[in-house]
């Protein structure tokens, strides 16, 4: 069996390590056979370098990389390519075969959903705003990306248009995009991470919407549902097509 080893941003909240863990206990659970790795780009141990120098060192001759990232932004683009291309440089007898982002998967919209509905909101209540609050990025592209998931959240609901914030210094934040909801209609506030694990961000994007709302529902993290788990299986499985493919030689 193929290794996968599915890397994480890492944080310097362990919660975030903590929730990565538990969907891939999911993984493990729902695939006993498989041989699954858990690796973080920063902040947290083990590292990609030596998860995959550990699979060279023990015989494998190919692996499946599975980023951990809902967008493409630099991790995705810069950073673990360029660990990679390292790893393929000491390991030549090594090939490693890296799959899609998580990305925008359709479980994971709705999986969001979900977890909205989970704070006990009604699909067919047309008071019900949500803001859905991604990290944000220095890259207009990728908070554009998130801008475009935030319509496939509400799909097949009565809810509002839900409005895209940001926890870091993009914009808009989580308080204007409430404040907007507000303006549109609504009488139920409720803010989404999107979002793959709990962290400092977060929970600035939380206070930050409750000083301003203090009724505003707070929506769980991504992890906690099984859509994770069933996401980085499939990119897992599309990725080791390849890897075994006479073409990826």
Known sequence: MIPLIAVA???????????????????????????????FLDLNEPSVPSVL?????????????????????????????????????????????CSDILGDDVLLVDAVRDHIAATSVSLDDPEIGVALCA?????????????????????????LPARTCFATAAQPSVTDALI?????????????????APGLL????????????PGVRIAAPLPSHT????????RYLDASALAVSPLAA
Not at 18 to 32: D, K, M, N, T
Not at 182 to 196: D, F, H, I, S
Request: with cysteine; net charge positive; aromatic share 4%.
């Open 53 to 97: 120098d550990a699979v060279a060192a023990e015989g494998h001759d190919r692996v499946v990389v599975v980023p951990l990232l809902l967008g493409s932004a630099f991790h995705a683009r810069v950073d673990l390519p360029a660990l990679l291309a390292q790893a393929r440089v000491r390991h030549r007898g090594l090939d490693i075969v």
């Open 135 to 159: 990290v944000g990025s220095r890259r207009p592209e990728a908070n554009s990306a998130v801008a475009a998931v935030a319509p496939r959240v509400t799909a097949a609901t009565m809810w």
């Open 180 to 196: 907007r909801l507000e303006q549109a209609g609504a009488r139920t506030l409720v803010v989404a991470p999107w979002m793959l």
């Open 227 to 234: 859509a994770v788990a069933r996401v980085i299986a499939a």
């Open 9 to 39: 941003h890492g944080s310097r909240d362990p919660r975030s390590a903590r929730a990565v863990a538990a969907a891939l206990a999911v993984v493990r659970a729902q695939h006993p056979q498989w041989d699954v790795r858990l690796a």
């Open 202 to 213: 977060w929970d600035r994007a939380c206070d930050a919407a409750l000083a301003s709302f």
